[in-house]
């Protein structure tokens, strides 16, 4: 319900964009358009037709690892889960190993978010151990966006400095301790429902529509302009999808995906995966 709907708008909205204004500059072909309807483009090795869309992927790696776990019933030993995640991060780090992607690399920024959940659900004798793995993961996060600002410098030839690098990282965590430990948390920001809602349709469309629309409209006389109008017409398709694909269209989602994917899901975990999970659980557990 999340992901796919405004997906599937930014998708067409650009595609069509690359067709009317693209030229040559952008690829498209109506392969490529099929598999990025899927979201799946990335585990099949065909590319994003907009370059953002890399970020998916994780997404729906870790979205899957955890409905497998729900799936195999153990909806109440999440945390565990998460915990035994993140240490299992920390020893792939230490031990410079990428064998399974979901053990490194940016899947430290999801356990880390995950963390700061744990720790507000944990008891007081679980706490303190919670918080300093989130500590450490702080540190691998750091890392992470290290190794890949050095990586990007090299492809790029761009420097990274690591002071502005770590900054950024440190912000991010210390906004979430603000958030959850602190009265900045209970502080109504007035539009901040607004912007927080139109966050993800706008990550959608910014990036190729406004290469292009700067790039066939900007020149060195007219480029602010340009810029402040592109900014608003990305804002206005973002609040456009928002209200029209997400909002007034939900229902038909809901009925949509719980055909496409509660049903056969449910019906799955009915027919076989619950007689199994029942069959490997102690005697006397529910």
Known sequence: MRLYPAYWAGLVITSLFILMVGGH???????????????????????????????LSYELTFYFFISLCLLLGLKGHLEKVIILWAGAIIISVLAQSEALPVFHGYYSYFIAGALFAVIKEA??????PVIALTIAMFVVCCLVSLDNAQKSALIR????????????????????IAADYTRLGQVSLPGSKFAGAITYPLYL?????????????ATEQNKLLVYFLVIGFVMLLA????????????????????????????????????????????????
């Open 157 to 176: 030839s761009v420097d990274y400095p690591p002071t502005i690098i770590l900054s950024f990282v440190s912000l991010f965590f210390l906004a979430f």
């Open 239 to 286: 609040w456009l999808i928002h209200q029209l694909v997400e909002k007034r269209m939900s229902n038909l989602w809901k009925a949509f995906f719980s055909y496409t994917i509660e049903l056969p899901v449910n019906t799955f975990h009915r027919l076989v995966l619950s007689p199994v999970v029942r069959r490997f659980q102690p005697k006397g557990n529910a």
């Open 205 to 217: 469309v910014h990036a190729h529509i406004g290469y292009m629309l700067i790039d066939k409209f």
């Open 123 to 128: 008891s007081p004798k679980m706490k303190g």
């Open 25 to 55: 500059h952008m690829p498209i072909s109506l392969k490529a358009f099929l598999a990025n309807l899927t979201m799946l483009q990335s585990f099949v090795g065909i590319y994003n037709i907009d370059g953002v869309y890399w970020t």
